[in-house]
């Protein structure tokens, strides 16, 4: 047996052993995610003995070094572990914007201390982090934000206004752009700094959206104390983390656009909620507008994986995290403008259970977010005009 | 299989797009229209290809052919594509040696697809009877009569069929229009008693035919595959056709947002390169994205025809609804960004437009393929 045949076999077992029964069904419409934090409450037993498991087995993190914790997995091990776990249909242990963004940042740009300090937590799901990025002035013109942080000596004091911090209220550290020379052209003056969210001065309010949920916090920065050893990488280098952090988080929206394999399609579900008719569907518009979307959808999901496809074989990027973010987030408002067409009036109920508590409309109303969170479609647009057509 | 090219189908890429670049550039295509040329390509082209094994790609070694695959041929197509080159690469080397692979006996395997390799054979299929492609619908006639049959009807949009050597004529035996039982496939000569050729040149300069079969005896050997059974293999035929098809389409979207683009950097308007203003920046930065969405389908199609994958209808009625709706897409934006002078007969991206409906249209275009891919689907 070849040693990636006795990882699969060992990972099998071990999966067998360790995951819980309640924790092998797939999560659906968010009911049943882990978060992880000091302010979590796990809504199961189940959840936490996962958690604990996968965490210290640093398999929320499997291709991390286990130096801090990771699991230290190579790709095709880590690939096995995600066949492996989709076998059995386990969940992940852990949804996180520390695994997802600050830990890869700090990989690449942190000091061996930040790395010790932050990505174990991270890894075994204690600390939650959130992004402290746009500010009611620096939306799409990010690198225009003002808040900032003066240098006292031994440590910075930061004020100012961030929003969209996603589940502020909910995080327990933050990672926040922060304006350190205020006389240097906008990009150059901005630094990457780390504090606790329940340092004195931050204050986190949750913004109630249009689909009745507050996902988002605006928080306020008054005179918080940030430590001089929780910079990530120079003191006024912040932006180049930034747009890093950034190409991270396009193609994390990005991946909205692709539809887990088994999830039901939308011709599927149209065809079961409107029925058809010698093979065909009993609303020939509605038939039209699922299998447009189905054919741009398939195309999508193609290109994500040639990308992939061509990363891996060394060729030239082709399309580019700016196209598959805006491709990718206008064909999941798509989606949800044809699911709510096919659910038709019950869908549009707010609340109780014909709806699913109005999943599909406050689904539909968060994807409009999606075009505008990580940069608009039209800064994409932007992007790929300049970086890859070179038009000025 | 990872969706990229490998090594050998890179090179043949590169090859193709060295001789088409210097044996097939859009001013041949416009010598051949304006010298109203009667098969609309140049045959010392087609032996050019015929001796780079461009007609062997897709037959199988054991019938002297390259077995190279469907991903190698569609790299040729897509860069005739870019060219806009005329040959009859996609009704012979494509189209006629799928079906007669596809359906033929050891015989007619043995002796047509070696006459196709050494060029000594060109190839018509003949399927549409009406405006619109609907293989189904085939009600032309062909009658037991003897040992042999007797055909009669119209085919329409039978592409290089003034000019072809041997039709591949697509017949009801049995059955109603509708059925796929009943339909069968037969060989039959150009020049045959009783088979007139009315050649059409189409707007893209190529030629096309109307081809009236008025009581054509054929032996019973010229029937190809089995009689009755001839649905299967012209459909898997046909799936082959659209996605090289969609190839093509590929070709000419990549080429007319090429030039486009670099038009945009020269044209100069309000004291400002055209391709300064965003209002144009955001549109050929979808129209960008469109066209990456197309390379994915394309390979995918290729890939799964070379692999005899199951999906492969599906994936073909894909490819080919996609690039319909992009090669649409770029050939309007190609005119518009580049304005009036994209207008004009003298300069050439208005050439892509005329190459692009041809090819949307033929064998099914975005409705055609958007309805039988939900039809696959089981909506």
């Known amino acids: 047996m070849s040693d990636l045949q006795v990882f699969r076999q060992e990972t099998r077992e071990w999966l067998e052993k360790n995951c819980p029964q309640s924790m092998r069904s797939p999560v659906i419409a968010g009911q049943g995610v882990c978060w992880g934090g000091r302010k979590w409450i796990f809504e199961s037993e189940d959840q936490q003995l996962w958690l604990e498991r996968m965490g210290a087995k640093g398999w929320t993190a499997p291709d991390w070094p286990t130096e801090y914790g990771g699991g230290g997995l190579a790709k095709a091990e880590h690939k096995i572990l995600k066949e492996e776990m989709g076998r059995i249909r386990a969940r992940s242990p852990l949804d996180s914007f520390g695994i997802w963004m600050i830990g890869p940042a700090l990989l690449k740009f942190g000091s061996e201390e930040l790395k010790q300090q932050h990505l174990p937590p991270i890894i075994r799901g204690e600390i939650r982090w959130c992004q402290g990025y746009s500010e009611p002035n620096a939306g799409s013109d990010l690198a225009g934000l003002q808040s900032k942080a003066v240098d006292m000596g031994d440590h910075f004091i930061a004020n100012g206004q961030k929003v969209w911090t996603s589940y502020g209220d909910m995080a327990d550290w933050m990672f926040c752009l922060l304006r350190t020379d205020p006389e240097a052209k906008k990009q150059m003056g901005i630094s990457l700094m780390l504090f606790d969210m329940e340092s004195a001065g931050v204050t986190a309010k949750p913004i109630k959206l249009i689909s009745g949920s507050s996902p988002f916090c605006e928080t306020f920065l008054d005179d918080v104390r940030v430590e001089k050893d929780q910079v990530v990488g120079e003191v006024n280098q912040g932006w180049t983390i930034a747009k890093y952090l950034l190409t991270h988080e396009r193609e994390m929206i990005g991946g909205m656009g692709l539809t887990g394999a088994g999830s039901k399609t939308l011709g599927m579900i149209a065809a079961k909620t409107i029925g058809t008719t010698d093979g065909r569907l009993n609303d020939l518009f509605m038939r039209t507008d699922v299998a447009k979307w189905e054919i741009d959808a398939a195309a999508f999901a193609f290109t994500a994986e040639r990308v992939t496809d061509e990363a891996k074989a060394g060729q030239g990027v082709g399309a580019s995290s700016a196209m598959l973010k805006y491709y990718g987030t206008e064909l999941n408002k798509r989606r949800f403008e044809t699911l709510l067409k096919i659910g038709g009036s019950d869908d549009l109920i707010w609340d109780g259970e014909v709806s699913n508590n109005g999943w599909t409309a406050r689904t539909l109303l968060r994807t409009k977010g999606n075009s505008i969170e990580g940069g608009t479609s039209e800064v994409q647009l932007n992007i790929i005009a300049k970086n890859i057509l070179g038009l000025g | ?379």
């Open chain 2, 1 to 379: 299989m990872a969706l990229v090219l490998n090594e050998e189908q890179q090179m043949l890429k590169e090859s193709a797009q060295g001789f088409l670049a210097e044996h097939a550039p859009i001013a041949e295509l416009r010598a051949q229209r304006d010298a109203g040329s009667e098969s609309g390509y140049s045959n010392t082209l087609w032996s050019q290809m015929v001796n780079m094994g461009w007609a062997a790609i897709l037959v199988p070694e054991e019938y002297g052919g390259l077995a190279f695959g469907h991903v190698g041929m569609a790299q040729i197509v897509e860069e005739s594509g870019r060219t806009l080159t005329a040959s009859p690469l996609l009704s012979t080397a494509i189209l006629g040696v799928t079906v007669i692979n596809l359906a033929g006996s050891e015989a007619q395997k043995t002796e047509l697809l070696g006459a196709i390799t050494g060029g000594e054979l060109t190839i018509a299929l003949a399927v549409d009877e009406k405006i619109h492609h609907d293989p189904l619908q085939i009600a032309m006639s062909a009658k037991k009569k003897g040992d042999g049959y007797l055909l009669r009807g119209e085919k329409r949009f039978v592409v290089d069929g003034g000019t072809a050597d041997k039709l591949i004529v697509a017949t009801r035996t049995a059955g109603n229009p509708g059925e796929m039982k009943g339909i069968s496939l037969f060989l039959v000569d150009r020049t045959a008693p009783g088979v007139n050729v009315k050649r059409t040149q189409m707007i893209d300069g190529r030629n096309a035919a109307i081809v009236t079969f008025t009581d054509v005896d054929v032996r019973s050997d010229a029937l190809l595959g089995e009689q009755d059974r001839g649905f299967s293999a012209l459909s898997a035929t046909l799936d082959a056709g659209n996605a090289h098809l969609a190839a093509e389409l590929l070709g000419i979207a990549q080429e007319s947002f090429h030039r486009t683009l670099q038009y945009m950097k020269e044209r100069k308007q309000f004291g400002a390169l055209i391709g300064s203003f965003q209002a144009l920046q955001h549109r050929t930065a979808h129209w960008w994205s469109e066209v990456e969405l197309c390379k994915s389908v394309v390979l995918k199609v290729m890939q799964s025809l070379d692999e005899g994958d199951v999906k492969s209808p599906a994936l073909a009625s894909i490819a080919k609804a996609k690039l319909c709706e992009v090669a649409e897409l770029s050939t309007n934006e190609a005119i518009q960004i580049h304005g009036g002078i994209g207008m004009t007969d003298e300069y050439e991206i208005g050439f892509f437009i005329k190459r692009a409906r041809p090819a949307q249209m033929l064998y099914g275009d975005y409705n055609y393929h958007a309805n039988r891919f939900a039809l696959i689907s089981g909506y």
